[in-house]
């Protein structure tokens, strides 16, 4: 079956790209190199197509409910303008998908969702839905999207395409008219560096890429979005959070709100808090410059503790790092291996996070 292609597609192959399968998706997963790119969007300001996101509109009477019911976080009386990330989950804990979730006015919510979870999420969405007077549209072919990331992105915004964002705080999100259509834009992104996302149709986006590729904005592909999250802590749904690492196993009890009335997963993720859990993820720091990557295994004393979800030799910062699944008694500074091939490389339990977000609040 032919993989799916994003409405910038061509662009991609008249840079050169490195196109790749990812998500059921011809994907660029880099132009000039992966660290150039990432050291770009640390430095400078680089674009990003994610287009292969999805959308969902939910509207109706009963938004705000269901949204609640169906989110870890609480949108009890958000203001219209204001975005949230949590995670939709099972009934037992696990994580359906995480998602940002944007109030675009009153009764008005976009969820975006991840690419490779598009027909699972618009299921179990339309399936929890019933009894709800709500309004369901899967928007994803509708909608094109750019990453503006960097420290550059706000005056870029402004110079390249015209929109003024210098008072839209961190996870805010407007809708601006340009020409005849309306596009949405969010102070948001997956870097850890302050940035934009934009959403429009594939027409404007088209636009838009253009515009700041002229302008001499670095194309950025999936393979350093990939290390920029990385190295600043942020998961990715598949490795950090899946059907069977839920929330608190994640280390992300902060987007879960078990104070509001109901919510699906919340009895299990309330236990998990109270009663604590058998597995957890944790940052690992290797010693050596050896690169662990995603199922290798953890070890402790020899023994088999847990074993990878992402690991990186780092470009902001010379480390080797991972990110593991590990036994929940294993706390910060214990030491660990992780095995490479046919050797066992130490290291030490640290926080996931091991670079410093720069976000503008």
Known sequence: MNNKRTCLYDKHVTLGALITPFAGFDMPIQYTGITEEHNAVREHCGV????????????????????????????????????????MCYPDG????????????????LMTINASNIEKDVAWIEENAKGYDVILENKSEAYGQLALQGSEAEEKMESVLGLS?????????????????????????????????????????NEAWDKLIAAGVTPCGLGCRDTLRFEVGLPLYGNELTDKISPVMAGLSMFVKL????????????????????????????????????????????????????????????????????????????????Q????SFSGVVAKKKFYDKHYKK
């Open 48 to 87: 990003f197509d994610v287009s292969h996101m999805g959308e969902v509109l939910v509207t109706g009477h009963d938004a705000e409910k269901y949204i609640n019911h169906i989110f870890t976080n609480d949108v009890t009386g958000l203001p219209a303008g204001k975005v949230l990330y949590g995670m």
């Open 94 to 109: 696990g994580v359906v998908d995480d998602t940002c979730i944007c109030k675009l006015d009153d009764q008005v919510f």
């Open 165 to 205: 964002t210098k008072e839209l705080k961190f996870y805010e999100v407007r809708q601006v008219k340009v020409g005849d259509e309306i596009i949405i834009v969010s102070r948001t992104g997956y870097t850890g560096e302050d940035g934009f996302e934009i959403y429009g149709s594939p027409k404007y986006i």
């Open 259 to 338: 104070d509001k009335e109901e919510f699906i997963g919340k009895e299990a993720l309330q236990k998990q808090k109270t009663e604590g859990v058998s597995q957890r993820l944790r940052g690992i720091v290797l010693d050596a410059n050896a690169i662990p990557r995603h199922g290798y295994k953890v070890l402790k004393d020899g023994e088999e503790v847990g074993v990878v979800t992402t690991g990186y030799r780092l470009i902001s910062t010379p480390k080797s790092c991972a990110v593991a699944l590990v036994d929940g008694s294993i706390q910060l500074g214990d030491k660990l291996e992780i």
């Open 340 to 343: 490479i091939r046919k050797k």
